[in-house]
């Protein structure tokens, strides 16, 4: 059983566009990684699943129950938002242990730790805190009782990169004690660094699922060149060519396919400089986005 | 559990306030009482100044004018609007600043159903009804003791003073019934004047006029007529009825509504 799974999901909003026909599998102990640009649905399908919004058809399931129909299955669930927003006259503690008794277990020594690593101040009134304190008061109260999935919906807005550096440990130690983690973002790096899985999300649709290793490893070059005279972009007319970039002599695009292929095409115009590199993660997702003409 | 307390705590404050408001109303009217009782053929021939249908309006009724209970219930009717408001406001504010404070992503992710919260907040706002009602109940009965003359009975003063529960949980019920269609209801206060306000108005425009017609039905306000109580030391049971109807009917909208709605991102 997977952890996460959704089968047909679709969301539609009146006439407007959610998500349409949206599969997944999430497997126990992986950290999935969900990107896809703002408003291409990466919230829609989070809120599904928790059981914020109904689905229009399609089903989707955590621990293979419905949020909608079994919400107690949420006390399994950890859930931080883009944005948070908490009751303004709280204190922080109070907040937390608010937030706690609803999971039915002693969670205090646990928000202890939890906001020393975040270096938090739990005595704060909540409306006191800037942007960056109210996330962290966020993330503990999202992990404060240890969930078995937790759900990161762009994480690490508004958190210094000292912070983010902290959450991401911590998100990966929850993972080594076998959490199951689901992060959504349209940064990068950040998911290039921690996910074993990635899904791109596109105008409401799934447009690709890969491993990240295969994503990195296999198939995509970025190459750039320097010739001795111009470059013509026929004379890089090959499939797998994409963003195809011709600047005077100069010339990048990235290459996905038979590195043979591209080798005899390079051969064939007089080089003064070469590269071959493993594109970053961030080329790979523009080469999806891209807008078509 | 830790729902209903958490929203006691909240409102526990503006459910302070009001009370204090209206005992403060009610305390100015019944301090004025006596003077009024020393002089009644002079005020009473003033309020006949006045055409019938507006003393109708106002709830001016000349004959029980000069007992402690018809004047009370002459000033009853403008401690039920505040009462009215308050309740209104409360119900239509209870679900929705969840959405309006955006810390539905909070509540609604936690492993509870959404009846338990809608179960929850109901059971805070009533509370919370039923304390204001105490206090005020508890003062104004001390008062009205220290400023009645004779024939004040204790029995007919809670009779009279039952109403203004009632009628705050039948807004109770209307204001969640309507704050539940709204995605997000960004300002309760407007809704909540005119709800009341209108009905205020429609039930002493059509009550004025047409003493049993099916007019009464349309305001709440109506549904207690004090001079019946007074005269009858009970409640019209088809009102109590048609209360108790709306009541129950604005409620299991409000939780079949609430359960199947979507929660939109902030």
């Known amino acids: ?293 | 559990m830790n729902m209903v307390l958490h929203e006691l705590k909240s409102l526990r404050k503006s459910g302070m306030i009001w009370s204090g408001a209206m005992i403060a109303l009610a305390a100015l009217f019944l301090s004025l009482y006596p003077s009024m009782a020393g002089d009644t053929a002079d005020f009473v021939s003033l309020l006949e100044g006045y055409p019938a249908a507006v003393r109708a309006m106002l709830g001016i009724h000349l004959d029980y004018i000069s007992s402690l209970s018809g004047y009370y219930s002459m000033v009853f009717v403008y401690i039920v609007l505040c009462g009215a408001i308050q309740a209104m406001h409360l119900g239509a504010s209870v679900l929705s600043k969840e959405s309006r404070e955006r810390t539905a992503d909070f509540l609604l992710v936690k492993p509870v159903t959404r009846s338990n919260i809608v179960t929850a907040k109901l059971l805070a706002a009533c509370t919370v009804i039923i304390a204001t009602d105490m206090m005020f109940f508890a003062v104004t009965a001390i008062l009205a003791g220290a400023v009645a003359a004779n024939g004040y009975s204790m029995h007919l003063f809670i009779l009279l003073n039952l109403p203004l529960l009632f009628i705050q949980l039948v807004f109770l019920a209307i204001g969640l019934a309507v704050s539940v269609f709204f995605s997000r209801l960004k300002n309760v206060l407007p809704i909540t004047l005119g709800t009341v306000f209108g009905l205020y108005i429609i039930g002493a425009l059509l009550g004025a006029n047409a003493e049993e017609g099916a007019g009464r039905y349309l305001s709440p306000f109506q549904y207690f007529d004090s001079i019946y109580i007074i005269e009858h030391s009970g409640y019209e049971l088809k009102y109590l009825l048609v209360s108790a109807l709306l009541i129950a009917a604005a409620v299991a909208v409000s939780y079949r509504v609430y359960i199947k709605k979507d929660i939109h991102a902030v």
């Open chain 1, 1 to 293: 059983m997977s952890v996460i799974e959704l089968n047909h999901l679709t969301k539609h909003y009146g006439k407007s566009r959610g998500i349409t026909d949206v599969n997944l599998a999430v497997e126990e102990g992986e950290i999935f990684g969900f990107i896809g640009p703002n408003g291409a649905g990466k919230s829609t399908t989070i809120r599904t699943l928790l059981g914020l919004i109904y689905p229009t058809s399609g089903s989707a399931t955590v621990f293979g129950k419905s949020c909608t129909e079994h919400p107690k299955i949420r006390k399994e669930l950890g859930y931080l938002p883009s944005e948070v927003f908490y009751y303004d006259n709280m204190r922080v503690i109070d907040l937390l242990k608010y937030s706690a008794s609803f999971y039915k277990k002693d969670c205090t020594k646990r928000i202890r730790e939890l906001a020393e690593v975040m270096d938090l101040d739990l005595k704060k009134r909540i409306d006191d805190l800037s942007f960056g304190n109210k996330k962290k008061v966020g993330i503990v109260q999202g992990l404060l009782h240890e969930p078995k999935l937790i759900i990161l919906d762009e994480p690490t807005s508004g958190l210094d990169p000292l912070m983010q550096q902290k959450f991401f440990e911590l998100i990966a130690e929850e993972n080594r004690k076998g959490a199951t983690v689901f992060f959504s973002s349209h940064i990068l790096s950040e998911v290039q660094k921690m996910c074993s899985r990635v899904a791109f999300i596109k105008e409401g649709e799934i447009i690709k699922l890969e491993k990240m290793s295969t994503l990195q490893e296999n198939s995509y070059k970025r190459i750039s060149m320097e010739a001795a005279a111009a470059i013509r972009k026929a004379d890089f007319n090959l499939t797998g060519v994409s963003n195809f970039e011709a600047n005077g002599n100069a010339a990048k695009f990235i290459f996905k396919g038979n590195i043979n292929t591209m080798m005899k095409a390079l051969a064939a115009v007089e080089l003064r400089n070469l590269s071959v590199e493993e594109p970053d993660l961030e080329e790979i997702f523009m080469h999806y986005y891209v807008k078509e003409d």
